[in-house]
């Protein structure tokens, strides 16, 4: 039983801090950062990442083992949605990680990254998009967890 709850508190950790740093990458995203600012756009990213895969990690192990078992989640559709839908996010997410790895290499030569107003406002979207789809898994789990959409 603490196994289990200390993996739920792991997965909903995860999401917290995936959620909080999406947020703070929105709010720090701006044309011409600076290089401190470059930084802590990289550093949130990781952060990002690393309570994504939290969540990937902790969402696998309480689906084997500390869930309802995988036959109540593989026959939901709630549940397949929701992992479609955290998929979709973590393929989005890779254009701003792409793009943050690639402002390390101006950073390492001392010089801030060159980021067009244009860049900026599509890596805003892509954020704005993720945060959106992350704000629904909340409800796609409290469906899922109370057997919504599994057949009678």
């Known amino acids: 039983m603490v196994t289990s709850a200390i993996v739920a508190y792991l997965h ?40 994504a895969l939290t969540i990937l990690v902790t969402g696998v192990l309480r689906v084997l083992y500390f ?3 995988v036959d109540f989640y593989m026959h ?7 992992v479609s839908l955290y998929l979709a996010i973590g393929g989005l ?7 943050f790895i690639r402002w390390a290499f101006p950073i390492r030569d001392g010089k801030a990254p060159v980021i ?3 860049a900026a406002k599509r ?12 704000v ?13 959409g599994l057949q009678a």
Do not use: C, H
């Open 12 to 51: 909903y950790l995860g999401f917290m801090l995936s959620f909080g740093a999406l947020v703070l990458e929105r709010r720090l995203l701006k044309a011409e950062p600076s290089i401190n600012e470059a930084k802590l756009m990289i550093g949130t990213d990781i952060v990002y990442g690393l309570a």
């Open 116 to 118: 067009s107003e244009a």
């Open 123 to 134: 890596l805003g979207w892509v954020l704005n998009i993720e945060i959106a789809a992350f």
């Open 67 to 69: 869930g309802q078992g």
């Open 136 to 148: 629904v898994l909340p409800l796609l789990a409290a469906l899922m967890a109370r057997g919504i």
């Open 76 to 82: 939901n559709p709630v549940f397949l949605t929701k």
């Open 93 to 99: 997410s890779l254009y701003p990680t792409i793009s």
